[in-house]
């Protein structure tokens, strides 16, 4: 990043260095030519104020050729007759010089009274100023000097360009140094501080400062719960663990009466069927966790599902004497067959075990608008209305006897909750202590 701002902090610089320079060296070169080309023009007419050319002209042309100038500087003084052979240059020998009545500034005074051009010299990137006036006598007077071109000022010029650049890059660096430093302190900061919460110092960083913060939650929130899970299968174990092994210490002490035995042996027996079962619970929410989706779904009757799941019920009911009714229409839904016929059983084993004896249990398939829905409702126990969110959570149980005396293991509408999310189906839960629940899953 530093880099970065210091390349284009550079770049800027030299940008605005170069386009100021030649700019600034454009207006210069042309007030130059100006100035020029105004003391052409004086000199000219100083020169004609004289009148020591009107005089020689007068007194014949052999006495004008004579005519002697002195050399005023850089400044060339060409005398032209009106036919445009040379009469005197301060400059060149006369019988050199070709008839001049081709050159524009000559021929422009000739029709006006005075000319002006400029021209390239033959010389390294100078200019030639001409500037010419008539006289009276029909002679031109032409005066010339020799300029820098704008290339040539540019060129001079460039060496100190050079230095001014190589200052302001170098300050570049330095402000982009600093300047970076200013702006990264804010977001080292920021960045030590993420957990406190703290607005960042630049609005700007909001989206992103609330983004890694709640990414961030998410991941404490995550092992929160995976150390939770950790600690409540190991105090869920542990129960029927401890109690087998204590069974196992009697029979081995010879310390169990010849009519215990049987009782002795059953409560091995549900202690291990607990254990199985809380292992197979858990091993379902660990496959679900790491549950493929790519290509299992298939296209289910959701109603159908829903009645095998029912009859295959019937056994666990008539212990209580509840009555079972499947209702409902055809549903098609693209689902994981396997997984949705866990969640119904789970949900009517529900129904069944936190129901009142003689009770009914009701499931019913509907479409509402493309939704397939699936009710599940009992006449049972009822959830208090203040745990009602807490019963999805993994080993969350309201009456914690009650599911134990039932077989339940804590984890069933966990993972129901988590085999609707899979298939992108919303539950929500409505019940009345004492009256009943009713669970409504929504595809
Ligand atoms: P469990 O194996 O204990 O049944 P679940 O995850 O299936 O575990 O349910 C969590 C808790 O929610 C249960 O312990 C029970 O207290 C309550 N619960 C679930 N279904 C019902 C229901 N149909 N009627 C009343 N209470 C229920």
Known sequence: MKQKINLRLGLIALVAILTTAIGVTIVYYSLF??????????????????????DAYAQGIESAKKLKIDDPGNLRIT?????????LDNDTDVSELTNHMDRPEIQQALETGEGESTRRSDTMNMNTFYYALLLENGTVLRVSTQARTIVNVLLTALPVIG???AVILLGCVLIGHLLTGQLMKPLEVMAENMDEGGAPVYKELEPFANKIRSQHENILAAAKSRQDFTANVSHELKTPITAISGYAELIENNMVDKNDEVHIAKQIRHNADRLKSIVN???????????????TFENIDLYAVAKECVNDAKTLADKKQISLTCKGTSAGIKADKTLIREMIDNLVQNGIRYNKDKGSLFVEVLIEGSHPILKVKDTGIGIPADRL????????RVDKSRSRQTGGTGLGLAIV???????????TINSTLGIGTEIVVRF
């Open 163 to 165: 230095g001014i650049v």
């Open 417 to 427: 909750k988590h085999i609707a999310e899979l298939h992108s189906a919303e539950i």
């Open 33 to 54: 030519q100006k100035q020029v080309r105004d003391d052409l023009k004086q000199n000219a007419w100083l020169l004609v104020e004289t009148n020591v050319f009107q």
């Open 79 to 87: 005398w032209i007759d009106s036919d445009g052979s040379v009469l």
């Open 389 to 396: 969110d807490r019963v999805f959570e993994r080993f969350y």
């Open 281 to 295: 619970d858990i091993i379902k929410l660990s496959e679900l966790d790491n549950f493929e989706m790519t290509g």
